[in-house]
Each structure stands twice: as C-alpha cells, then as structure tokens.
Nanobody, 123 residues
Framework: QVHLVESGGGLVQTGDSLRLSCEAS????????MGWFRQAPGKDREFVAG????????YYADSVRGRFTISRDNAANTVRLQMNSLKLEDTAAYYC????????????????WGQGTQVTVSS
C-alpha cells in the first residue's frame, strides 16, 4: 500500500508559477510510475503528467507540455510538479497517483491516490 499526500496548492495569478509536492509513505515509490492528474469542477479527472520508475523520460498532456515539469526523488519518496506560466484553465484540484503500469495516462491504471491539493489561478 502506498499512501500519498499532496501539498503546495494555492491561489495565484495568471503567468505565475507554483510547485506541487507529493510525499509517499508505506512503500518506496521507486518501482512505480508516478502521475499527476487534475479535476476541475464539473469535469472528469484528467491526466496531466507522468514519470516512469526510472526517472524519465516524463510524459505530459498536450495542454501542459512546455509549461509543467514532473520530477521524482526516489530517495526522498517524493514527486513534484513544477507549474509555470499558469493559465485560468489550470484551475483544478491536483492529485498525485501511483501505478505499476509504465507510461499510463489512464486513471484506471492508478490504484493509489492522494487526497488532492487545490490550485486556483485568477486573472
């Protein structure tokens, strides 16, 4: 069992940056693909970014590629999401998740989830 806790969300303005962190406990994340998903009000939870257990390469949703960067520190059992040039449409609850499936973008492949952290981007 992997327990995940996200942090770092907040209220920012368009163009600002924010870094989310996901701390894992219970098991090492070194053998898991780690992903970030997000869910805006009234919308389905969508894939944002993922990184395989080897530490790369990372893969991204088209909507965030070039602006967001996912990274992992297996020694610290932590995954981060650096978000730059934030847009209004990035407003959502962001979730960290762990999967045994490499390169997955599907929610169904991620059995372990955090509770989420809210990111709100205002103009």
């Amino acid at each position: 069992q992997v327990h995940l806790v996200e942090s770092g969300g907040g209220l920012v303005q368009t163009g600002d940056s924010l870094r989310l962190s996901c701390e894992a406990s219970g098991r090492t994340i070194s053998t898991y693909t780690m992903g970030w998903f997000r869910q805006a009000p009234g919308k389905d939870r969508e894939f944002v970014a993922g990184i395989t257990w080897g530490g790369g390469p990372a893969y991204y949703a088209d909507s965030v590629r070039g602006r967001f960067t996912i990274s992992r520190d297996n020694a610290a059992n932590t995954v981060r999401l650096q978000m730059n040039s934030l847009k209004l449409e990035d407003t959502a609850a962001y979730y960290c998740a762990a999967s045994s499936v490499a390169w997955s973008r599907r929610r169904i492949d991620y059995p372990f989830w955090g509770q989420g952290t809210q990111v709100t981007v205002s103009s």
